[in-house]
T-cell receptor, first 116, second 114 residues
């Protein structure tokens, strides 16, 4: 079974530029999550999709961050414009069904974003 | 609302020694508790979880954790550390069975000394 695929693995940009990350979940997984992991901290959920609908985006800074999952499969997370505090690892995860506690989340290796 | 506190951002043990990583949680509803491991430049991997039932939970790689409601704790242990256990460990809590919104602690980096 192929795991969660993310690209790129690393990205370096200057502040005020825009950047996009891509995630392809495990085949058949209906629920997709984007997390932000700042150095020295645990992951923080940014947005959760079930199929192509948003379940929770309460911690997504909507003035600069956007995410979509148009066909209910792969997803894109965008930051525009980037700020220095956006430097972090962005993790994508997926799970079967509605993502209940008996449906564990499978994580990708993440995209490490550095803002200069 | 849920929150997690991991005591000790860095724990160092000798190979073969007991591993103890501490986690305390706060939850307004019965919690579901998880431990994840993260190796360098990789995503998180589920070690074990507590949902209901037996309070002593066994996971992969010889790890186990005990849910203690009276102490609001879910400490992770392994009787004998191996060099391959060196990684970052995260405790997480979820309070909703139908929507696994995980709230993570800040993590504990485990170092194994030869």
């Amino acid at each position: 079974e192929a795991g969660v695929a993310q690209s790129p693995r690393y990205k370096i940009i200057e502040k005020r530029q825009s950047v996009a990350f891509w995630c392809n979940p495990i085949s058949g997984h209906a629920t997709l999550y984007w997390y932000q992991q700042i150095l020295g901290q645990g992951p923080k959920l940014l947005i959760q999709f079930q199929n192509n609908g948003v379940v929770d985006d309460s911690q997504l800074p909507k003035d600069r961050f956007s995410a979509e999952r148009l066909k209910g499969v792969d997803s894109t997370l965008k930051i525009q414009p980037a700020k220095l505090e956006d430097s972090a690892v962005y993790l994508c995860a997926s799970s079967l069904g509605s993502g209940g506690v008996n449906q564990p989340q499978h994580f990708g290796d993440g995209t490490r974003l550095s803002i200069l | 609302a849920q929150s997690v506190t991991q005591l000790g951002s860095h724990v160092s043990v000798s190979e073969g020694a007991l591993v103890l990583l501490r986690c305390n949680y706060s939850s307004s509803v019965p919690p579901y508790l998880f431990w994840y491991v993260q190796y360098p430049n990789q995503g998180l991997q589920l070690l074990l979880k507590y949902t209901t039932g037996a309070t002593l939970v066994k996971g992969i790689n010889g790890f186990e954790a005990e849910f203690k409601k009276s102490e609001t704790s879910f400490h992770l242990t392994k009787p004998s550390a191996h060099m391959s256990d060196a990684a970052e460990y995260f405790c997480a809590v979820s309070g909703l069975q139908g929507a696994q919104k995980l709230v993570f602690g800040q993590g504990t980096r485990l170092t194994i000394n030869p």
